[in-house]
Nanobody, 123 residues
Framework: QVQLVESGGGLVQTGGSLRLSCAAS????????MGWFRRAPGKEREFVAA????????YYADSVKGRFTISRDNAKNTVYLQMNSLKPEDTAVYYC????????????????WGQGTQVTVSS
């Protein structure tokens, strides 16, 4: 069982930066791949970024590639999403998720979810 708690969301102007954190409980955090997803108003939940259990493999949605960076610190049971050059279309609730084995881009492939943190980018 893994419990996830996101933090770091907020209101930022276009071009600004935020760093989201996702703290995980459980001794097996280091064996889980982690993903970040987001849901904008009126839209489906979409993949943002994923990272392997070791941190050696990462993958990004085209819409955030070059602007967002996913990382993890297994000693702290935490995964991060550094978001730079934010745009109004990045406004959404951001969720972290965990799954055993390799990362995936489909939200249905993840077993554990956090409650989400709101990111709002003003124009």
């Amino acid at each position: 069982q893994v419990q996830l708690v996101e933090s770091g969301g907020g209101l930022v102007q276009t071009g600004g930066s935020l760093r989201l954190s996702c703290a995980a409980s459980g001794r097996t955090f280091s064996s889980y791949a982690m993903g970040w997803f987001r849901r904008a108003p009126g839209k489906e939940r979409e993949f943002v970024a994923a990272i392997s259990w070791s941190g050696g493999s990462t993958y990004y949605a085209d819409s955030v590639k070059g602007r967002f960076t996913i990382s993890r610190d297994n000693a702290k049971n935490t995964v991060y999403l550094q978001m730079n050059s934010l745009k109004p279309e990045d406004t959404a609730v951001y969720y972290c998720a965990a799954r055993p084995g390799p990362w995936r881009t489909s939200p249905g492939m993840y077993d554990y979810w956090g409650q989400g943190t709101q990111v709002t980018v003003s124009s």
